[in-house]
């Protein structure tokens, strides 16, 4: 028993060997090092693969910083709203980035004031009231704004196809081509419950059949079905398919929204992140910054973990010159005084806007009547007890009466 015992201590207190050790560890660092260069290697085909799936449009974008600026909203038409870093201070910005104005200003908003109509605003630091924005120039009046605007607010019916305006009280009237002087293109109407689009005639051109609706750019309207964005082509059919999320939040209005084209290129959110996408829904700039702003020229305002600078994707910008239908051949009347001007015979009212449609009475040869709604070749007045179309062929404009 001693003997066994005096062996054992003996070989307890043998030292082991260190080279198994090191081999073990050479081995494990060899195998990690392969391991990290198969993953490495996959990742970069795969980032390979996603960049050739790309849209053709796609470059690899250049970024310049804006250290002087921690936040960006989009404003209207081509403006954004900058918010100085030091003063935290807000003023105007171009789509490509320009600084417009100083950060002179607390805050911008938008003042309702009737269907197609916005007053724009600036709140200049230490003063009670605000002022106008010069939209089209990117400016701030000196003359101060002290109105609250209109609430009045436009519904189509789709029973008789008018639009008109109501106010808080209800009903004020209906609504005349010549009362809006709207320019070539597609604007939003809504019946209460359903979106579509009409013309600057106000003939209906897209029925209402979308949530939500923002009035055409470039060739395109933003539509809205359930919870998701898309855009549509004149015709009402889908450019894109509705699958990208509200804008709203990166906007100063904060209304439930999506970006307008500019040049072919619209900034879109798809959950988290925003990127670039042209008519096509190709992507333009990858899926992977938190904002991303309408932009000029291939030059995007954008904010990326934290850092706001500017995009620019190298992308020729599209021609935003855009013909919607029948506008280069429309050659109806503006609505308002007309005379009827025949060989000497009475004019027929027709119950259509067409020459086979049922007569509904006769107007006498130079009889004064007013033209409240137009179509190519067709006048839709009212004439005593009458209300119909007549041919723009047999009418004359007319001096208005004073008394």
């Known amino acids: 028993m001693e003997e066994y015992n005096v062996e054992y201590n003996e070989k307890s207190k043998k030292k082991k060997s260190p080279f198994g050790f090191i081999i073990g560890v050479v081995v494990f660092a060899a195998v990690l090092g392969l391991v990290s260069y198969l993953v490495a ?10 960049r050739a799936a790309r849209s053709d449009y796609y470059t690899d974008y250049e970024w310049e910083k804006l250290d002087d600026v921690s936040d960006v909203k989009f404003f209207t038409g081509d403006l954004l709203v900058y918010t100085d870093k030091k003063t935290t201070n ?45 939209v089209s120039q990117g400016t701030v009046d000196i003359k101060q704004y002290q109105g609250e605007g209109s609430s009045d607010t436009a ?29 070539d293109g597609l604007y939003a109407v809504t019946d209460g419950t359903k979106y579509g689009y009409v013309d600057k005639w106000l003939d209906l051109k897209t029925d209402l059949k ?42 100063v209005l904060g209304d439930d929204t999506a970006f307008d084209f500019h040049q072919g290129l619209v900034p879109v959110l798809k959950g988290d992140y925003m990127g670039i996408v042209d008519k096509n829904g190709k992507t333009v700039v990858d899926f992977e910054f938190d904002v991303i702003l309408p932009g000029l020229d ?20 599209e021609d935003e010159t855009v013909t919607y ?18 060989s000497g015979s009475p004019l027929n009212i027709r119950a259509e806007s067409n020459s086979n449609s049922p007569s509904l009475g006769k107007v006498k040869n130079g009889t004064k009547v007013t033209v409240t709604k137009t179509t190519i070749g067709w006048a839709l007045i009212k004439y005593y007890n009458i209300e119909g179309w007549v041919s723009t062929d047999f009418l004359e404009p007319a001096e208005e009466e004073t008394t």
């Open 41 to 50: 290697r996959n990742l970069t085909i795969k980032d390979n693969e996603v």
């Open 325 to 342: 239908k029948d506008a280069s051949t429309d050659s109806r009347l503006q609505p308002g005084l007309y005379t009827v001007s025949t």
């Open 298 to 317: 291939g030059s995007f305002v954008a904010e990326k973990e934290g850092k706001w600078g500017i995009i620019k994707t190298g992308s020729a910008p």
């Open 155 to 183: 519904m189509w019916s789709p029973g008789d196809g008018t639009l008109s305006l109501h106010d808080e009280t209800g009903y004020v009237g209906n609504l005349s081509p010549a009362d809006v002087q709207l320019a």
């Open 210 to 251: 979308f949530d939500l609706a923002v009035n055409f750019s470039n060739g395109c309207g933003a539509v809205k079905q359930g919870t998701k964005w898309g855009y549509i082509d004149e015709n009402g059919e889908y450019l894109i398919k509705p699958a990208y999320s509200s804008v709203g939040k990166f906007t």
């Open 90 to 134: 807000k003023g105007l910005m171009r789509l490509d980035g320009a600084q417009l104005s100083e950060a002179e200003y607390s805050k911008f908003d938008g003042i309702p004031n009737g269907w197609q109509n916005m007053i724009y605003v600036a709140y200049p630091v230490g003063e009670q009231f605000p002022k106008y924005v010069k």
